[in-house]
């Protein structure tokens, strides 16, 4: 099993959609996406309506998710962390004790051949950003998942 961890800031915009992004790509049985937040605002909400309504309007149901906060023990469980933007990359990285904690670390724009290399974090925006991230991620997971299956995961 590969495990794969989402990392945002808050757990409520960005994080769920990549986590459901990526969980519609890959054999579930071969590959555990989960996600968390570098801060703890909103532990156990779910994810931000706004969130919930784009990832719906392309077929995904990600209401489920509740919100929890990363912690340094998610080393151990995960293979790969993404990071959504610099700041959560810096805050996962403070937390690595060794540098084989460091390896597993990632912006998840480096899997996509895009111009950007974070996700903009739409929490203060409007409804249109929601979809401009959920367009972002779903390039990323999409790379993620041909690499994982030419993998055998
Ligand atoms: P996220 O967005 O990191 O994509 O979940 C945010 C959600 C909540 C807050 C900030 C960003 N907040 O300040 O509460």
Redesign the pocket.
């Known amino acids: 099993m590969t495990k794969v961890l989402m990392v ?8 769920p959609l990549a986590e459901g992004i990526l969980r519609s790509k890959v054999n579930s049985s071969l590959v555990l996406v989960d996600s968390a ?1 570098t ?1 703890g ?2 532990i156990g909400h779910p994810p ?1 309506l706004r969130s919930i309504e784009v990832a719906k309007k392309h077929h995904l149901d990600i209401s489920e998710q509740r919100c929890r906060k990363f912690s340094p023990t998610d080393f151990d469980k995960f293979d790969v962390i993404y990071a ?1 933007d610099g700041a959560n990359y810096d805050d996962i990285l403070a937390h690595a004790s060794k540098d084989s904690d460091k390896e597993k670390v990632m912006l998840l724009l480096d899997e996509a051949s895009l111009s950007n290399n974070e996700v903009p ?3 203060y925006g409007e409804l249109d950003g929601f979809e401009t991230i959920f367009q972002m991620i779903s390039v990323a997971c999409e790379s993620i998942a041909h690499k994982l299956e030419a993998n055998g995961r």
């Open positions: 945002c800031l808050g757990n409520i915009c960005r994080s937040g801060a605002y909103h931000d959504m974090d739409p929490y």
